[in-house]
C-alpha cells in the first residue's frame, strides 16, 4: 500500500453529472457556463487506511455518503487541508483499476463529455457495487434541542419530529416522509432540499449521519463437493444397494473432488444416498466456490463440438497473403516493425482468412508471455468467432458480453483480474478488460456500428481500443479486419495514420460468389407483383431441390420508411438538404430530419406520373409467410430481434440451422455477421434498398457493408451459388459496387461524397438531442440551446463550424417524449465542449455513429 502521501484525489459516484447544470442556468436565455466533468475531490487519509490508486473507496460528499475511485495521492490540495474530510473506509480490499485504466478513463471522460466516475464505471465488474445508504439519527443535542422549537426553522423541526418518530431514517425515506409530512412537492419536497436541511441540522449537531453498507448484488457462487474417502466392499452390496453401488461408480470416475449435483445425475441417484455415505465416513463433502461458466451453455457447447470436428483445432497452412499479412502483424509485436500509430487495418475479402490471421498473431503473443482481447460485434450473434477461439486455445479464453448473467460476468472478470484468462473475446466492453500483460487487441468486422456505444457513456471501442494500446506504448498493437472497412478506418490507411494488408482473395482457391442484380422496376413492368423476382424465386426453388440451405436478408432498419415510385424508382428527396424523407404514418406526412421540411405524401410520381408510388417498409414474418406459401415443403426459420429474446436464442437458432434442421432462414441484419455455414449455396436479398434512404450520411456505406457481407455467406466451399439482389436503383453506386465486390470503387465515390458535403473523415460531429413530453417546449427549447452554441462556438473561436438543425430528430416520438436532434459540424469541436454545458433533458453524443 502506497500511504506516503496524506491525500487521496477521488472521483466521486453522482458528485458531478452534465444534467446538473440546470442548477447553474438561472438566466433562461444565457450561454450555459461551463462545469469540469473531470473534476475530483481530495480527502484525507487516515493513518490506519492504507490506500492505493484504484482503490474503491467510500467518502462524505455534502453530508450524504458516495463510493468513489482512488484517482491519485497528492502531497498538497487546491483548498486549505484543515477543511478536508477524511476518506470513510475501503469497499474492497484490492485496488480495482490500474494506473493505465485511471488515465485511459480520463481521456474517455475529456473526449466523450461524460462524468469521470461513470468512465471508471466502465472498467469495472458488474455488480461490484456495493449499496451505501445515508442513516439520519438524532445527536443527544438533538433531542435536547426538539423540546426548544424556536431554536430551528419549520423545515428543521419537521426532521427532528421525523427522527424522534421513527429514530433512524435512510435519506430517501427521511425524504419520503418530509413530503408527506409538510403536504410539498417539487423543489420545496425534492431529496435536494432534504438534503439541505440535514447539512443544516449536522452542522449544528442536532443529527448525525452513519454510512450503512449493503452486500454486493452479485456474490462468490458456493456449491456442494463430494469426494471418496475410502474403497467400499461393492461385493456385499446387493438389493437396494445398487443406489449406492452407482454412486460409488461415479465418484471413482470424478477422481477427486466432484460438484455433488453432477454426481446424483451420473448415478441417477437422490442427495440422501451422498448423504448416508457422508454418515458413514465414506465420501467427504464440503462447500466450494463453483464458477458460472458462459462457455458451458449447451449451445455454445455444441458448436464448439462441431468446431474441434471440423478441425478448427489445428491451424491450417497459410495462404500467400494470410503469410504476408501475419508476417507484418508480428513484426510489429516484435519492434521489427513501426506501424503508425501501433495499428494496422486487414483488409480482406469474406473468407480470406481473417480469424486465422488473428488465431496465429495471438499465439506468438501467448508464446511471448502477452495477453490479447478480441473483440466482435454484438457477441451473441457470432457463436461461431468464440468457438473456433475456444477450440485453438482450450482452457485460456474468458467471455464478456451482454448476453452473460451478472453472476457470469462477475466470474469472468475475476478470472481475467487473476491471470486465469489470457485471451478476452468479447463485445465492445471486452476493450476494457483488466489484462496486465496486454499486448495485442483485435477488433473483428471493425466498421460494424455496435462498437459504438448509444446510451450512457456513448464511447467508441474502436477509438477507446486505439487509445488504449497509445497508452501502453510501443508493446501493445491494435488489429483492425474487415471485408468492407469503415470509410474513416480506410481513409486513416491511405494517409499513413494506419498500415493497410491487404487479403484480395479467398482462402482455397474458391472465386467470390456472383451476383446477380434484379431491377424490380422491370419485374413490375413484366406483371410480377410479388415481393419475390422471378429469379429469386427459381433460386429457392433449385437450392430446396438440391438438398441445400438458402438464406434470405431483409435491409430494415427501424419502422420509418421511405416513398418510392415502383415504376420508376423515384424516391422522395429533401429540395434543401438532398436526403430522403421519412414517411410517418402516425401523421400520415413526409417529414425531413434535418432542415424540419414537412409535406404530404405524393399520390403520383412527379417523374413518370405513376400511380405505383408508396411507401416502403416489410417486415421477416412477412418474407417467411410468403416462402412458407410458396414452397409448403420448405423447412423456414426467422432470426431477427423478436425471435431471439430468450438467453441462448442466437446460438440454438444457429445450432439448429448448422444441424439442416432448417432448409430457409430468414433474417436482418444478423445474419450478416460471422457465419459460415458450408451447406448455404443461396442467399438472396429481397429489398436491398431500404437502408439506402435513411436520411443519415453513412447509409450508403451501410448499404454496402451489409450486402458484401450477406453475399460473403455463400460460396465458401466451393459448391455452384447463387446471390440475387432485389433492388429499384441498380444504378446506384452502393448497390454496384456490392455486386461487383469491388470495395475500391465503393471508397471512391463514397470518400468523394463526405469531402463534397463535409462529412467525416472531414469534419467532426457533435449530435445534441433534446427530449420532453411537450412538443412545442421540445421545439423551443432545441431553438434556444441552438444560439447557446453559436456562442459557445464564439467564445471556442472554432472556425468553419455550423449547426445542422435545430429539427426532430428521425425517432420523432420516443416512449411519449419528443425529440429534437441539433449536429454541430466542424474541426477541433472539443473546446466546445469546455466552454458549454448541456442542461437538463439533452444528451450529448461525440462522434456518433448514427446522426438518424
Known amino acids: 500500500m502506497n500511504t506516503a502521501s496524506p491525500l487521496a484525489e477521488i472521483a466521486v459516484n453522482q458528485a458531478l453529472r ?166 410539498v412537492s417539487g423543489e420545496d419536497g425534492s431529496a435536494e432540499r432534504v438534503r439541505e436541511v440535514i447539512s443544516q441540522l449536522a452542522a449544528r449537531e442536532l443529527v448525525e449521519l452513519t454510512a450503512r453498507l449493503d452486500s454486493a448484488s452479485v456474490r462468490v457462487k458456493q456449491a456442494r463437493y463430494v469426494r471418496l474417502l475410502d474403497d467400499y466392499p461393492e461385493a456385499k452390496l446387493t438389493g437396494n444397494q445398487q443406489r449406492t453401488v452407482a454412486a460409488l461408480k461415479a465418484l471413482r470416475d470424478a477422481d477427486g473432488w466432484a460438484i455433488a449435483g453432477e454426481v446424483q445425475k451420473r448415478a441417477t441417484v437422490s442427495i440422501a444416498v451422498l448423504h448416508a455415505l457422508a454418515k458413514k465416513g465414506i465420501v467427504e463433502s464440503s462447500e466450494r466456490p463453483i464458477r458460472r461458466d458462459p462457455m458451458t451453455r449447451t449451445a455454445t457447447a455444441t458448436l464448439r463440438e462441431f468446431l474441434e470436428a471440423s478441425g478448427a483445432a489445428t491451424p491450417p497452412t497459410l495462404t500467400v497473403a494470410q503469410a504476408a499479412a501475419l508476417r507484418r502483424v508480428l513484426d510489429c509485436l516484435d519492434g521489427r516493425s513501426n506501424a503508425p500509430g501501433q495499428t494496422l487495418l486487414l483488409h480482406g475479402v469474406t473468407s480470406s482468412g481473417k480469424t486465422e490471421v488473428y488465431l496465429q498473431a495471438i499465439d506468438h503473443v501467448l508464446a511471448n508471455g502477452g495477453q490479447a482481447i478480441v473483440l466482435v460485434p454484438e457477441i451473441s450473434l457470432t457463436p461461431q468467432t468464440v468457438g473456433r477461439f475456444a477450440a485453438r486455445f482450450p482452457g485460456r479464453l474468458a467471455v464478456l458480453h451482454s448476453g452473460l448473467s451478472d453472476g457470469e460476468r462477475h466470474d469472468e472478470w475475476q478470472r481475467i483480474a487473476k491471470g486465469e484468462a489470457d485471451i478476452v473475446v468479447g463485445a465492445r466492453s471486452a476493450v476494457f478488460a483488466p489484462l496486465p500483460r496486454l499486448q495485442l487487441i483485435v477488433i473483428d468486422e471493425e466498421h460494424e456500428s455496435s462498437y459504438k456505444q448509444d446510451t450512457g457513456v456513448r ?91 438458402a438464406i434470405l436478408f431483409l435491409n430494415r432498419r427501424g419502422t420509418a ?247 426532430p430528430a428521425f425517432v420523432r416520438k420516443d416512449n411519449g417524449r419528443y425529440r429534437w436532434q441539433i449536429i454541430v459540424r466542424g474541426l477541433g469541436l472539443s473546446p466546445l465542449l469546455r466552454e458549454i454545458v448541456a442542461p437538463h433533458g439533452w444528451s450529448v453524443d461525440v462522434d456518433p455513429g448514427s446522426v438518424l
Request: glycine share 6%; with cysteine.
Open 561 to 807: 420508411t421511405f416513398v418510392m415510385c415502383r415504376e420508376c424508382g423515384f424516391v422522395v428527396i429533401c429540395p434543401a438538404c438532398e436526403i430522403p424523407m421519412a414517411y410517418h404514418g402516425d401523421e400520415g406526412v413526409m417529414l425531413c430530419h434535418r432542415c424540419d421540411r414537412r409535406t404530404y405524401p405524393p399520390t403520383s410520381c412527379p417523374k413518370c406520373q405513376s400511380r405505383k408510388i408508396k411507401h416502403f417498409g416489410a417486415g421477416t414474418q412477412k418474407v417467411v409467410d410468403e416462402v412458407s406459401q410458396l414452397f409448403p415443403a420448405a423447412r423456414v426459420m426467422r432470426w431477427d430481434r423478436d425471435a431471439t429474446t430468450a438467453r441462448s436464442a442466437h446460438d440454438e437458432i444457429l445450432g439448429r440451422f448448422v444441424r439442416g434442421d432448417a432448409d430457409v432462414m430468414v433474417g436482418t441484419q444478423m445474419i450478416a455477421k460471422g457465419l459460415d455455414i458450408p451447406a448455404v449455396t443461396m442467399v438472396g436479398v429481397v429489398s436491398a434498398d431500404t437502408a439506402l434512404y435513411l436520411p443519415d450520411f453513412r447509409a450508403g456505406e451501410r448499404t454496402f457493408q451489409l450486402l458484401t457481407l450477406v453475399a460473403g455467406r455463400a460460396g465458401r466451399r466451393g459448391d455452384p451459388t447463387t446471390v440475387i439482389f432485389q433492388t429499384y436503383t441498380p444504378e446506384h453506386y452502393a448497390i454496384a459496387a456490392a455486386s461487383a465486390h469491388d470495395y475500391a470503387s465503393f471508397y471512391r465515390q463514397e470518400i468523394f461524397f463526405r469531402q463534397d458535403k463535409r462529412y467525416p473523415p472531414f469534419a467532426e460531429l457533435i449530435s445534441f438531442v433534446y427530449t420532453s413530453s411537450e412538443e412545442a417546449a421540445c421545439k423551443l427549447e432545441a431553438e434556444r440551446f441552438a444560439r447557446v452554441l453559436k456562442h459557445g462556438l464564439e467564445r471556442a473561436r472554432i472556425a468553419n463550424a455550423d449547426l445542422i438543425g435545430p429539427a
Open 18 to 183: 452534465p444534467a446538473d447544470s440546470r442548477r447553474l442556468l438561472p438566466i433562461p436565455n444565457a450561454p450555459a457556463p461551463p462545469a469540469d466533468l473531470l473534476a475530483t475531490f481530495h480527502y484525507r487519509i487516515p493513518a490506519d487506511l492504507g490506500l492505493s490508486v484504484g482503490h474503491h473507496v467510500w467518502v462524505d460528499f455534502n453530508h450524504r455518503f458516495l463510493q468513489g475511485i482512488v484517482v491519485g495521492l497528492n502531497d498538497t490540495a487546491p483548498v486549505a487541508e484543515a477543511r478536508l474530510k477524511p476518506v470513510g473506509g475501503l469497499l474492497h480490499p484490492q485496488p480495482m483499476l490500474t494506473a493505465e485504466q485511471i488515465s485511459l478513463a480520463r481521456w474517455i471522460s475529456e473526449h466523450y463529455h461524460c462524468a469521470l466516475y461513470d468512465a471508471l464505471n466502465l472498467m469495472l465488474p458488474r455488480g461490484f457495487e456495493q449499496k451505501l445508504r445515508t442513516v439520519v439519527t438524532l445527536t443527544a443535542r438533538g433531542k435536547v434541542t426538539r423540546s426548544d422549537m424556536r431554536l430551528v426553522g419549520p423545515a428543521q423541526r419537521t426532521i427532528l419530529d421525523l427522527l424522534k418518530l421513527h429514530g433512524e431514517l435512510t435519506l430517501p425515506d427521511l425524504a419520503a416522509h418530509y413530503r408527506q409530512s409538510r403536504g
Open 459 to 549: 464511447y467508441n471501442a474502436r477509438a477507446v481500443a486505439v487509445k488504449r494500446a497509445a497508452l501502453l506504448g510501443t508493446r501493445a498493437l491494435v488489429l483492425l479486419g474487415s471485408a468492407t472497412p469503415d470509410v474513416e478506418s480506410y481513409q486513416r490507411a491511405m494517409t499513413a495514420q494506419y498500415g493497410l494488408l491487404e487479403m484480395p482473395e479467398r482462402v482455397g482457391d474458391f472465386a467470390m460468389p456472383p451476383v446477380q442484380v434484379v431491377d424490380m422496376r422491370a419485374e413490375l413492368r413484366s406483371g410480377n407483383a410479388s415481393m419475390f423476382s422471378r429469379a429469386l424465386y427459381e433460386g429457392i426453388e433449385r437450392t430446396l431441390a438440391t438438398g441445400k440451405q
